[in-house]
C-alpha cells in the first residue's frame, strides 16, 4: 500500500484565483474569449505574472501545513482544457454564455441558487484525425513548482474518458472514416497518455491525480439513462475507460503514486451529478489500477459510505468532506464523526481527508475569497492532527 503521498490531509488541486491574475489574463490573451479560448501560451509577460502567484499560493499551502502542493492549477483556463487542447487530433471549440452552465443544477443549501449572472462556459470537440501526443503540457509547468516548493508536487489531469464523455457521449464526434472501431480510438488515447506520464515522471514527478467526472455520472440515473438513449452501453463504456487508463500506466515506477478524483461537477457551486459510489464500486475499485481515490462526500447526494467496503487492501481514499461549494466552515466534530463512520468499513490507517473538489476549476469560477479558502485548508490539517495525530 503506497503512503505520502496521499497525506493525511490533503486537497484536490485547483485553488482561488487571484482577481490580479484574471485580470491579467483577459488583458493578456483576452481570457476565455480569445481566439482558440485555452490552451499553452507563449506571452512572457503573464507567464511572469504566473509565477509570482504560484510562488504565493506554494507558500500559503505550506504555511496551512499542507504537504501535497500544487500550483493552483493558475497556468489554465479551464481545468481540463490544457492537456485536451495539446493532443493532436482533438479540435477544439469554447464557448461563454450567459446564464447556468449546460447540465449542472443547483442546491440552496450548497451553493448559489441564483444563476442569471453565472457564465456558462462549454467546450466541445470533435476528432477528425489519429489521436497522437505531440509534446507535454504538464512538464514545465510541473519543473516550475517543483523548483518552488518543499512539499511534494502533484500534478492533475483530465481523465481520458473526460473527453468522450463531455456533454454527450462521443462517438458522433469522433469520425468513423478515423476511427470505425472506437477500439483503435482508445488505444490510441492511452498512448498519448502514457507518453505525458512518461515525460512526468521522467522530470520527477511522484503523484500524478486523475480528474473525473464520468465515473459520478455512472451513479446518476438521469445520466445512465440519457447514454442508453444514445446506444451507449454504460458497462461497456467504463470497461473502455478503465482499460485505457490501465494500459496507460503499464510500466510505471514503483515511486509513481497514481489517484483518480471523481467529481461530480463544481461550478460557482453547482454539481453535475448525485447518486452513490454504488453502481460503480466493484468495478472501479477492483479493476482500474491507481493507488488512491479521492472521493466527494460532502453532501447527501453522495450516499453512504458502504461501498468503501470493496476497496481493495492495497488501496487509500481521501475522504471529501469539506465542501468547496459554500464558505461556512463544517464543524470539526462532524468531520471526525464521518471519518469514524468511514472508517466501519475501511481501516482508518487507509483513510485521509480533503476538500470534496478543488475551489476553482476555470478562470471565472470562484465561490469564496482566498481567507475563506485558506481556513477550509487549515480545517482539514487541523483534523487530520485531531484524528491521526498528524497531517
Known amino acids: 500500500m503506497k503512503r505520502n503521498p496521499p497525506f493525511r490531509a490533503e486537497h484536490v488541486g485547483s485553488l482561488h484565483r487571484p ?70 487530433g482533438l479540435d477544439m471549440s469554447l464557448t461563454v454564455t450567459p446564464g447556468q452552465a449546460t447540465g449542472f443544477r443547483s442546491d440552496e443549501r450548497h451553493g448559489k441558487s441564483k444563476t442569471e449572472d453565472v457564465e456558462n462556459v462549454s467546450v466541445q470537440y470533435r476528432v477528425d484525425r489519429p489521436i497522437r501526443w505531440i509534446g507535454s503540457a504538464n512538464v514545465d509547468a510541473f519543473k516550475f513548482l517543483k523548483s518552488v516548493t518543499k512539499g511534494v508536487p502533484k500534478v492533475t489531469i483530465p481523465a481520458p474518458q473526460d473527453y468522450y464523455f463531455m456533454g454527450a457521449t462521443g462517438r458522433a464526434r469522433i469520425d468513423r472514416q478515423v476511427y470505425p472501431d472506437l477500439a483503435k480510438f482508445w488505444d490510441d488515447m492511452a498512448a498519448a497518455y502514457k507518453c505525458e506520464i512518461d515525460a512526468l515522471v521522467a522530470a520527477g514527478c511522484t503523484h500524478i491525480q486523475f480528474d473525473d467526472v464520468v465515473n459520478a455520472c455512472m451513479c446518476d440515473e438521469r445520466h445512465v439513462a440519457r447514454m442508453k438513449a444514445e446506444g451507449e452501453d454504460p458497462h461497456a ?48 475499485f477492483n479493476n482500474l489500477q491507481i493507488d488512491n481515490y479521492y472521493l466527494e462526500y460532502d453532501t447527501p447526494r453522495a450516499g453512504s459510505f458502504a461501498p468503501l467496503r470493496l ?51 476555470d478562470m471565472m469560477s470562484d465561490v469564496m475569497t482566498i481567507d475563506q479558502m485558506t481556513r477550509k485548508l487549515a480545517l482539514v490539517v487541523q483534523t487530520a492532527d485531531a484524528v491521526w495525530g498528524s497531517a
Not at 41 to 55: A, P, S, V
Open 19 to 88: 482577481a490580479e491574475l484574471r485580470q491579467a489574463r483577459m488583458r493578456l490573451l483576452g481570457g476565455l474569449k480569445r481566439e482558440g479560448g485555452f490552451g499553452k501560451h507563449d506571452n512572457l509577460d503573464l507567464r511572469g505574472i504566473e509565477d509570482r502567484y504560484i510562488r504565493d499560493i506554494v507558500k500559503l499551502q505550506e504555511d496551512v501545513g499542507l504537504k501535497t502542493i500544487t500550483d493552483g492549477e493558475y497556468r489554465r483556463q479551464v481545468w481540463l482544457t490544457e492537456f485536451l487542447s495539446s493532443l493532436d
Open 237 to 284: 463504456l467504463m470497461a473502455a475507460y478503465v482499460g485505457c487508463l490501465n494500459r496507460a500506466l503499464i510500466g510505471r515506477p514503483e515511486s509513481l503514486t497514481v489517484s483518480m478524483h471523481i467529481c461530480r461537477g463544481n461550478r460557482h457551486g453547482h454539481y453535475i451529478a448525485e447518486g452513490g459510489y454504488d453502481a460503480v464500486a466493484d468495478y472501479l
Open 311 to 361: 476497496m481493495p487492501r492495497d488501496k487509500t481514499v481521501v475522504l471529501g468532506l469539506v465542501t468547496t461549494k459554500r464558505a461556512e466552515l463544517e464543524p470539526m466534530d462532524d468531520l471526525r464523526r464521518r471519518i469514524h463512520e468511514a472508517a466501519e468499513y475501511m481501516p482508518l490507517e487507509r483513510l485521509s481527508l480533503s476538500p470534496q473538489c478543488g475551489f476553482s476549476g
